[in-house]
């Protein structure tokens, strides 16, 4: 059997930070009391009527226009049908045939749509019912129920549970920027579902996908495409088909679980909202919308790289997580004359994250312009790399001032006046039959003269300098 | 009081503002008529009329009948259905809420046809209405409740709503004037919905004046009702004058077949008249027309399955535990408190827009929709007005359609046309076949409201509709 | 023609519980109807685009400012199983 390649596809929905909810006046709320932000229209009272969120429409433009989409001028709610306790209405006012947006993309991905809707009530289990002995009860909380959402489907570009990893972080970091949503996907502020097929590798059609639910932290999202991509490999290998069902993750032990039984088929019955004439969306919207677009990943990607001449790794590493980028602009700003960007992207990609990981850099002990200032001794010879690296350990511990921790902790790079030389005619003499090879031009012979001379001085000295006084004693 | 009885609601909130007649004593003239009735028509009734009518309200404290499925803040609101037994909403409709304002008190909730589906009013799940002219015979529906009380003087001026009919036919049989605006001039905020994109609030009342008059203060945007429109201009009072220059076109698909003889004598006098009083009087065609009922039986019931999916025994009205899961509690509860003609309906559109059914039922009906519109539109390019009998038939007895949902669909013939076009249309009496009343229907461009009730008006004179009979 | 099983199917997703003479009257009921409506099917509306709004306005907008919600006693006022400031139900899944 030949070499399979995952084909996975991603269906986001993400919560808009407005005040209010999509149809109707509610406050939006987080963790208050059950039912405390509910009104006729988000309880589906008889005779309510929606009446659309107009920044939930210029969030979803906005969303739109960062993801390089088609906005249309006019789009459609539908009314998707089913019964569920936490939909209210029994139907959800969503968009099904002319989506707010078509197409764009973000980063490898192609975009398909991104269209407005509105989300579910939350449903509390309360264990038994006091009605029927034995029968496991649940209470509705309509405060979340009418939150406005964007729903954004890529097209199926996505080749490894990394790559949908990273993707979903550059994403996230794309809608933060934007500032339409708080981007949380513990509280569920950001919510992903998976399509997840396999085919042969080089094959064009597709084959049968399952759709994994809801994994709710960017880990679940790795860990259960890894699970199901194993899922179905193995069931190829026993020249099993895939079946198209809907699984949902199970992070503790690692298991996937079908959702829905066949027989329970799905027929949504879409239709045109009566309630609701089309959305139509003006020029004039989607200019205001494009004037208020912030610098997004990519394109800050491009100008590290031709402005400040970042390595292509290095300038997507910042501009894909924001607050490393801001962190690193604000060093660059603060470092010394003549000191090159690069060389403090190399220091904030992979010194600064070595240490801190993926916390937010912004709330690090060691603030851009300390860092800069450690950046600018290195450059200046004042302290050697070594050094450097331990002045930062001492930097992300407990902030403070480089050059006073240089002087404090006597990190500072020796040179020839401080005593350099004595020690250099010491480690010669201690390897006098290297040092004859040195004379003799064999430059391999320095290495034991100058393992010593960094022994003794604990890696302070400059290894350039340290050579350059080898030879001079040589010769003298 | 029985001359307070005479005075027809415009002529009553004269009296009252000119001081010769005390509002309180109106409202408890009417609310002792309502409580003594026994034709079915009223499902609650208030105390009192609270708050007395300032002293330049413009409806001056007559109290106003409102079709149950209105939703009134702390009163029952049941839209006539055994699901929505006692439940009492805690808003108000912003129609009422107008009417209110313009000094109107609620006299009391009136029976309708469950959900508003219906043209007899026997589908109430709290018992049919009787018709004041023959007690043996139906009020027509689904309004039967507003148009009985304000035929047989119960109330001296009522609101209904118009799906397929709702408001005209019952006018109709209980020979009273009930007018269907333009759809988007009255706020369906707080109406409990039938079928979205058609239902519509009008009055119901004993001549075409009252309906203006009641009209004047029901229309106008509504920013919690994104489909509401604002209307272009006031709603005038009908002053005296004749039809010269007045086109009427009267469509054959509608008032050829199908329509009982004392209905069709009715409705030729009626052109007469307006032959006389100065208009024109040609044949037109509405070559779709005949295909509005198929549309309309797809496209409310489909709208009415999802309208009605909220019923679910979950945040209010009635709830029927199953065996102890949800969706024994979902299929029962509905099962028990769904009427059967509802059940058939939620069937009937559920199945419309179930996949594989979509583009052959909603999806064509939708087109049908089009063209029906594009018909009147070009009718109206010859025509003022396009005139037809209401209802093809006189009110019908009791139980005689209850078996046969497609005859009793067939009631709706003439006047389903015009909610699937939107346009505005009012039924004024125009005769008696047999001593029950007969329609004429008059309808006009969008927002021509105007045009027609001065037209109603016209005829209406000429007609001279005597219906005290019916308030004895 | 609507048989048996499209009733039965139709009501599961309506969420109605039907006896079975209302299923075979449904049966019965619906096809008549059906029937006449299909004459529908005669019309050539290939090009004829659908309507789903008469009135020729576009979607009003409603400025994101909060609105006072109900007290949390009047939303659930008419509750058929209130519990613990909530709306309660048997569990989905159940
Ligand atoms: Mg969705
Ligand atoms: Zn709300």
């Keep these: 059997m030949s070499e399979l390649e995952p084909v996975i596809g991603l269906e986001i929905h993400v919560q808009l930070a407005t005040r209010t909810k999509m149809f109707c006046g509610c406050a939006l709320s987080f963790g208050d009391p059950p039912n405390t932000h509910t009104c006729p229209v988000c309880l589906g009272l008889p005779g309510a009527l929606p009446v659309a969120n107009a920044r939930a429409v210029h969030f979803g433009v906005l969303i739109g226009l960062a993801l390089g989409g088609e906005i249309a001028p006019s789009s459609t709610f539908h009314r998707k049908n089913y019964f569920y306790p936490d939909l209210p209405k029994g139907y959800q006012i969503s968009q099904y045939d002319e989506p707010l947006s078509r197409g764009g993309s973000l980063g490898e991905v192609r975009i398909h749509r991104v269209h407005l809707e509105e989300d579910a009530a939350k449903l509390i289990h309360v264990g038994e019912s006091g009605r029927i002995h034995g029968s496991a009860a649940s209470v509705v909380d309509f405060n979340r129920g009418g939150t406005p959402l964007v729903e954004i489907v890529t097209e199926p570009d996505l080749h490894s549970p990394e790559s949908a990893r990273e993707w979903l972080g550059l994403l996230r970091t794309t809608l933060r920027q934007l500032g339409v949503s708080d981007v949380n ?21 597709l084959g049968t996908k399952t759709e994994l639910k809801n994994m709710n932290s960017f880990r679940f999202v790795e860990r259960g495409v890894h699970a199901e991509i194993a899922r179905q490999a193995a069931l190829l290998a026993a020249g099993e088909a895939v079946e198209q069902e809907t699984l949902h993750f199970d992070p503790s032990g690692g298991t996937l679980t079908s959702l829905r039984s066949k027989e329970e088929a799905h027929d949504y019955r879409y239709f045109p909202e009566p309630d609701l004439v089309p959305l139509a969306v003006t020029p004039e919207m989607v200019e205001a919308a494009r004037a208020e677009l912030p610098e997004l990943p990519a394109a800050r990607a491009a100008r590290y790289e031709a402005e400040l001449g970042l390595p292509a790794d290095l300038a997507r590493q910042h501009a ?30 992979n010194e600064l994250v070595a240490r801190i990981g993926d916390d937010d850099p912004g709330a690090a002990k060691v603030t851009p312009q300390a860092l800069a200032a450690l950046v600018g001794l290195l450059d200046a010879g004042t302290v050697t790399g070594a050094g450097a690296r331990t002045v930062l350990d001492r930097l992300v511990a407990d902030g403070g001032d480089p050059q006073a921790i240089v002087a404090a902790e006597g990190l500072g790079a020796l040179g020839d006046d401080e005593g350099l030389g004595e020690i250099v005619a010491a480690a010669l003499a201690a390897h006098p039959d290297a040092a004859e090879k040195v004379r003799a031009g064999n430059l391999k012979a320095l290495g034991p003269i100058v393992g010593q001379v960094m022994r003794e001085t604990k890696g302070r000295a400059d290894g350039g300098e340290v050579q350059r006084i080898v030879r001079e004693q040589l010769a003298g | 009081m029985s001359d307070v009885l005479a005075l027809s609601a415009a002529a009553a909130a004269e009296a ?17 008529r309502a409580a003594a009735e026994d ?65 109107a008190p609620l006299l009391g909730k009136t029976n309708q046809d469950e959900f508003a589906m219906g043209s007899s009013n026997e589908n109430s799940g709290f018992g049919p209405v009787r018709n004041p002219w023959d007690r043996t015979r139906v009020p027509g529906g689904s309004s039967g409740g507003s148009a009985a009380a304000v035929a047989a003087g119960l109330a001296p001026w009522a609101i209904g709503t118009d799906t397929g009919g ?81 086109r009427l076109g009267v469509p054959e698909e509608l008032s050829a077949d199908g329509i009982e003889d004392g209905v069709r ?68 509860t509905r099962a028990a408190g769904f009427g059967p003609e509802v059940k058939r309906r939620i069937m009937l559109g559920t199945y419309a827009l179930s996949s594989g059914y979509y583009d052959a039922y909603y999806g064509r009906a939708l087109r049908v929709r089009t063209k029906i519109t594009e018909d009147f539109r070009a009718a109206f390019e010859r025509f003022d007005f396009v005139v037809t009998p209401t209802s093809p038939t006189v009110a019908f007895p009791l139980g005689e359609r209850t078996d046969d949902p497609l005859a009793m669909y067939l009631s709706d013939y003439c006047t389903v046309p015009m909610p699937l076009a939107g346009i505005p249309a009012i039924s004024i009496p125009n005769g008696l076949a047999d001593g029950l009343p007969t329609g004429f229907q008059i309808a006009g461009p969008a927002f021509s409201e105007n045009k027609i009730l001065q037209a109603a008006f016209a005829l209406e004179g000429a007609i001279g509709f005597d219906g005290s009979a019916a308030r004895a | 023609m609507i048989d048996r099983a499209q009733v039965l199917h139709v009501a599961r997703l309506a969420r109605l519980e039907l006896t079975d003479d209302e299923v075979e009257r449904a049966s019965r009921e619906l096809s008549t109807i059906l029937d006449h409506i299909a004459r529908i099917g005669e019309l050539d509306l290939d090009a004829v685009p659908p309507t789903s709004h008469v009135v020729e306005v576009t979607t009003p907008l409603r400025a994101d400012e909060p609105e006072p919600s109900l007290p949390v006693q009047e939303a659930l006022a008419a509750a058929p199983d209130p519990y613990d400031g909530g709306f309660r139900v048997p569990s989905p899944g159940a």
């Excluded at chain 1, 996907?185 to 059609?205: F, H, I, Y």
């Excluded at chain 1, 004359?337 to 403090?344: D, F, I, L, N, W």
Aim: aromatic fraction near 6%.
């Design chain 1, 185 to 205: 996907m513990e509280e569920g502020s950001l919510r992903c579902d998976a399509n997840v097929s396999l085919r042969p590798a080089g094959r064009e059609e």
């Design chain 2, 39 to 103: 034709l079915g028509a009223f499902l609650w009734l208030a105390d009192g009329p609270g708050e007395p009518p300032g002293p330049d309200a413009p409806l001056a404290g007559v109290p106003l009948a409102a079709k149950d499925l209105f939703c009134v803040r702390g009163v029952p609101s049941q839209a006539g259905s055994r699901i929505l037994e006692g439940y009492r909403p805690p808003y108000t409709a912003t129609v009422v809420e107008r009417l209110q304002d313009a000094g």
């Design chain 2, 265 to 332: 004598t009715a409705f030729d006098a009626t052109l007469a008249l307006a032959r006389e009083l100065g208009a024109t009087v040609e044949p037109c065609r509405l070559p779709h027309a005949p295909h509005a009922l198929s549309a309309y039986y797809l496209i409310a019931p489909a709208e009415a399955s999802a309208n009605l999916a909220r019923f679910d025994g979950v945040r209010y009205g009635l709830r029927v535990e199953g065996d102890g899961d949800l969706v024994s509690m979902y299929t029962r």
């Design chain 2, 166 to 246: 709702s408001i005209r036919q019952p006018a109709a049989l209980c020979g009273i004037v009930g007018l269907k605006p333009t759809y988007g001039a009255v706020s369906r905020s707080g109406m409990i919905a039938f079928a979205s994109s058609l239902d519509q609030a009008g009055p119901l009342t004993r001549d075409v004046t009252d309906a203006a008059l009641l009209l004047g203060h029901m229309v106008g945007h509504d920013r919690r009702d994104a489909t509401s429109v604002p209307f272009p201009e006031p709603i005038a009072r009908p002053a005296e004058g004749d039809l010269r220059g007045v």
């Design chain 1, 320 to 349: 894909h997580r924001a607050e490393l980028g801001d962190y690193f602009e604000a060093a660059v700003a603060a470092a010394p004359a003549g000191v090159a960007p690069r060389v403090v992207a190399n220091w904030t990609g």
């Design chain 2, 16 to 32: 009252v503002r000119a001081g010769a007649l005390d509002a309180a004593e109106l409202f408890a003239t009417y609310r002792e």
